[in-house]
């Protein structure tokens, strides 16, 4: 055996050492899609991304949703199906001359193979705004396809060049099913899992992990591991995992994700629902939770902002005001000065009157437009300046509300399709109480008028 073989044979080596001794959620990654547990509504077999992977035609994509929901492991599947040459970093850690090095090397495989490159980034949103433009032009000549994962909103966090030539898709927590399937294989696969361990689970431990997992996969597998390693054999000579020790293990996993704030998505769930539910007491318990946590403070402004529109809405316009300036002032403060301001608007937008008819509305109106398509505007509401117009009748009739008492008059706006159809119904919460009854006056007086 020569030195080259020799030095090949030892990395192959250190390499199975190193999988065989890699965590267990590291080691039942699949790497296949026929492996792939959930997410069928992407990877489904007639969907777009299972037919692109299965044909090899993968464009750019960007992986979007909470952690343990598959993102790196989509990415890892791609890689293992596709001929392409593929690159992986983490934005945790990679700098600029990673991403040069990267980049020289597409250009390089790309001229003299004609092999593509697909780098896949991994918390993608990490990246500053400077190091996702130095992306950009390589991504659109196409030396390189770039797979991107976050658990952040990418329309937030991306940059919008790199979302406009990527295909966006959301990953959602895994179902309690989903789970249970991934227990019993971690439990007794002896290839990937802790099958070797002579191990076995109750019934009633399975359904409470997966019950616990929250659909995150990666916590579950964690508690798994745990359990079979720490648990003393039985009687009977085996590993048991009772209803007990999945308690123990998965408490274990939990503490220490709210420290390393991974768990996050519960407890924002917690907090916006205690906001929603106007007990502003839970709203700031929350809050108090997510910055000992280490919790982004942007990022709660950012739904504080959401939940002011979605569930405040219109009964008190001025919580968005609140939510969106609380929101300027703590990236201008910081922390640990930024609680008191995050407080305030939590405090406001708990005890603010509450309507979702805002909300309703533009999900009605899309309901509409998706389901009767580009219906024609009125002819009067059409534009009357541009050269022609007059000609085909446009803004013809069209009454000028100003002119009329109480600044309206009654005139066909919505397509005719959809006349009488309402959107928009307030409700009989705070402000929207007047704005109901201003538009019931309004409406009244004008047809007494007529």
Request: with cysteine; glycine share 6%.
């Given at each position: 055996?020569?030195?080259?073989?020799?030095?090949?044979?030892?990395?192959?080596?250190?390499?199975?050492?190193?999988?065989?001794?890699?965590?267990?959620?590291?080691?039942?990654?699949?790497?296949?899609?026929?492996?792939?547990?959930?997410?069928?509504?992407?990877?489904?077999?007639?969907?777009?991304?299972?037919?692109?992977?299965?044909?090899?035609?993968?464009?750019?994509?960007?992986?979007?949703?909470?952690?343990?929901?598959?993102?790196?492991?989509?990415?890892?599947?791609?890689?293992?199906s596709t001929k392409s040459i593929f690159k992986q970093i983490n934005a945790t850690i990679a700098g600029k001359k990673d991403m040069e090095e990267i980049v020289a090397s597409a250009k390089n495989d790309m001229a003299m193979y004609s092999?593509?490159?697909?780098?896949?980034?991994?918390?993608?949103?990490?990246?500053?705004?400077?190091?996702?433009?130095?992306?950009?032009?390589?991504?659109?000549?196409?030396?390189?396809?770039?797979?991107?994962?976050?658990?952040?909103?990418?329309?937030?966090?991306?940059?919008?060049?790199?979302?406009?030539?990527?295909?966006?898709?959301?990953?959602?927590?895994?179902?309690?099913?989903?789970?249970?399937?991934?227990?019993?294989?971690?439990?007794?696969?002896?290839?990937?899992?802790?099958?070797?361990?002579?191990?076995?689970?109750?019934?009633?431990?399975?359904?409470?992990l997966a019950d616990q997992a929250d659909g995150d996969a990666r916590r579950v597998l964690n508690a798994i591991e745990l359990g079979v390693l720490t648990t003393p054999r039985g009687d009977d000579g085996k590993v048991t995992i009772t209803?007990?020790?999945?308690?123990?293990?998965?408490?274990?996993?939990?503490?220490?994700?709210?420290?390393?704030?991974?768990?996050?998505?519960?407890?924002?769930?917690?907090?916006?629902?205690?906001?929603?539910?106007?007990?502003?007491?839970?709203?700031?318990?929350?809050?108090?939770?997510?910055?000992?946590?280490?919790?982004?403070?942007?990022?709660?402004?950012?739904?504080?902002?959401?939940?002011?529109?979605?569930?405040?809405?219109?009964?008190?316009?001025?919580?968005?005001?609140?939510?969106?300036?609380?929101?300027?002032?703590?990236?201008?403060?910081?922390?640990?000065?930024?609680?008191?301001?995050?407080?305030?608007?939590?405090?406001?937008?708990?005890?603010?009157?509450?309507?979702?008819?805002?909300?309703?509305?533009?999900?009605?109106?899309?309901?509409?437009?998706?389901?009767?398509?580009?219906?024609?505007?009125?002819?009067?509401?059409?534009?009357?300046?541009?050269?022609?117009?007059?000609?085909?009748?446009?803004?013809?009739?069209?009454?000028?509300?100003?002119?009329?008492?109480?600044?309206?008059?009654?005139?066909?706006?919505?397509?005719?399709?959809?006349?009488?159809?309402?959107?928009y119904k307030p409700t009989n919460n705070g402000y929207e109480v007047k704005i109901k009854e201003h538009m019931a006056r309004i409406k009244r007086e004008a047809k007494e008028d007529k």
């Amino acid at each position: 055996m020569d030195n080259m073989d020799l030095f090949s044979y030892m990395r192959e080596k250190s390499s199975d050492v190193a999988e065989k001794e890699s965590p267990l959620a590291a080691r039942m990654r699949p790497t296949t899609l026929d492996e792939v547990v959930g997410q069928q509504h992407i990877i489904g077999q007639d969907k777009l991304l299972y037919r692109a992977i299965k044909a090899d035609k993968i464009s750019s994509i960007i992986f979007y949703g909470p952690p343990g929901t598959g993102k790196t492991t989509l990415a890892k599947v791609i890689a293992g199906s596709t001929k392409s040459i593929f690159k992986q970093i983490n934005a945790t850690i990679a700098g600029k001359k990673d991403m040069e090095e990267i980049v020289a090397s597409a250009k390089n495989d790309m001229a003299m193979y004609s092999k593509r490159t697909i780098l896949f980034i991994d918390e993608i949103h990490r990246f500053n705004k400077g190091q996702q433009d130095y992306l950009l032009p390589f991504v659109e000549d196409g030396t390189l396809i770039l797979i991107g994962a976050t658990t952040e909103n990418p329309y937030f966090e991306v940059n919008g060049a790199l979302i406009s030539r990527s295909n966006i898709f959301e990953l959602k927590p895994l179902t309690i099913d989903d789970i249970k399937v991934l227990i019993n294989r971690a439990v007794y696969d002896s290839d990937k899992g802790m099958g070797a361990y002579d191990a076995t689970i109750t019934d009633d431990a399975v359904m409470f992990l997966a019950d616990q997992a929250d659909g995150d996969a990666r916590r579950v597998l964690n508690a798994i591991e745990l359990g079979v390693l720490t648990t003393p054999r039985g009687d009977d000579g085996k590993v048991t995992i009772t209803l007990e020790v999945a308690e123990e293990c998965i408490q274990k996993r939990a503490i220490r994700f709210d420290k390393d704030g991974d768990n996050h998505y519960d407890t924002i769930s917690a907090f916006i629902k205690s906001m929603r539910g106007s007990d502003p007491d839970a709203a700031t318990y929350y809050l108090a939770k997510m910055l000992y946590a280490g919790e982004s403070v942007t990022f709660i402004a950012r739904r504080m902002m959401i939940c002011a529109s979605e569930d405040v809405g219109n009964a008190d316009p001025n919580a968005i005001v609140v939510a969106t300036a609380a929101a300027q002032a703590v990236e201008r403060v910081g922390m640990p000065e930024a609680q008191i301001i995050l407080s305030q608007a939590v405090n406001y937008i708990a005890t603010a009157p509450k309507s979702n008819a805002s909300c309703n509305a533009i999900f009605e109106a899309t309901a509409a437009v998706k389901e009767y398509g580009d219906l024609p505007i009125p002819t009067h509401l059409q534009d009357a300046h541009y050269k022609g117009s007059a000609k085909l009748g446009h803004g013809i009739g069209y009454k000028y509300s100003h002119d009329y008492k109480n600044h309206y008059c009654e005139q066909q706006y919505l397509p005719y399709e959809l006349n009488g159809k309402e959107f928009y119904k307030p409700t009989n919460n705070g402000y929207e109480v007047k704005i109901k009854e201003h538009m019931a006056r309004i409406k009244r007086e004008a047809k007494e008028d007529k």
